[in-house]
């Protein structure tokens, strides 16, 4: 498989002048999960996702289940258990999901600090799995990521009933509570008639900053250097995002538009001296309690998180 960036990715890398490093680093993406990386992906609790809807709109999400529910046996395709019974259907991963559409995973074990990103598309679905087709698979770097540990729920099977879900446009007091509480957040993007992504955003508590109801900040670190999500964005603005409240095992989903920021003012040393931000306009939210069938153990915070002056 030959690589190659779309013109979003590389206008990025560009302005950034990291092109040189991006195309070095771009020989590890590759069209089949290497071997080592089935294991890892076939042990996981849970991924995060990245799917478009019936009306267009880009959501980001997660899913959970027991070890072996995600599996790569040939390397070729991710296979995901999921029978009708246990497809929350308050979650956007399941809305609009038809074969052939386009689905970004992200395989992240905060634990290990360890993560593997797999872009395809649907080539099978029945009531029993998902079966995405793998068009780019490669690892990830281990910054921002803090170290948690899930604990399952007794019992062979995690529980999938919905809990309540509130929606809305502008954040409530609730949904802009979790935000200012967070350290991890997913994003959702894709350029124009190409893959979409699912990728890791994690910073300071606190590190997404509630601008207005509408509008929310988010500090863009020094990472691997291919832009992916940043290139999308230069191409099509419209996004996802999902924000997990780990003492809760809340999930707040967002869906909108961003714009990258350029060369800002950055006094208290937020994005880590890279000088760069997106801002994120919300179109649509909503909040589903008791989301994640799972409890956190929060170990410890990611060593490469930027020291933010007051």
């Known amino acids: 498989m030959t690589f190659e960036f779309h013109e979003g990715e590389r206008a990025v890398q560009a302005r950034a002048g990291e092109a040189a490093i991006a195309l070095r680093n771009a020989s590890v993406i590759t069209d089949t999960v290497i071997a080592g990386a089935r294991p890892f992906i076939e042990k996981q609790v849970m991924v995060a996702t990245a799917t478009r809807n019936h009306r267009g709109q880009l959501w980001a999400s997660m899913l959970f289940g027991q070890p072996g529910f995600l599996r790569s046996p040939e390397g070729r395709s991710i296979d995901i258990s999921a029978s009708l019974a246990q497809r929350q259907t308050d979650n956007p991963f399941w809305q609009g999901l038809n074969l052939g559409t386009q689905a970004g995973l992200l395989f992240i074990e905060l634990s290990t600090r360890r993560r593997y990103r797999v872009n395809g598309h649907v080539e099978h679905l029945d009531d029993w799995q998902i079966r995405v087709a793998i068009d780019e ?30 929606r809305g446009q502008a954040l409530d007091e609730a949904s802009a509570a979790l935000i200012s509480a967070a350290d991890t957040l997913f994003i959702a993007s894709g350029a124009p008639a190409g893959s979409l992504d699912a990728s890791h955003r994690g910073g300071p508590t606190g590190f997404i900053e509630r601008l207005d109801a509408r509008r929310l900040r988010v500090p863009d670190y020094a990472g691997n250097s291919l832009y992916n999500t940043l290139g999308n964005l230069a191409l099509d603005p419209a996004c996802g995002l999902v924000v997990p409240h780990f003492a809760t095992g809340r999930l707040l989903h967002l869906t909108g538009r961003a714009r990258l920021l350029w060369d800002q003012a950055d006094p208290q040393g937020l994005t880590g001296g890279t000088g760069r931000f997106w801002e994120f306009e919300i179109e649509e939210w909503l909040l589903r309690e008791q989301a994640m069938a799972l409890s956190w153990e929060f170990l410890d915070a990611s060593p490469f998180n930027p020291k933010v002056s007051t």
């Not at 698979?137 to 509130?166: F, L, S, T």
Request: glycine share 6%; hydrophobic share 30%.
């Open 137 to 166: 698979a490669y690892p990830n770097c281990p910054k921002y990521i803090q170290r948690r540990h899930p604990h399952a729920p007794a019992g062979d099977a995690m529980p999938a009933e919905a809990g309540p879900v509130r």
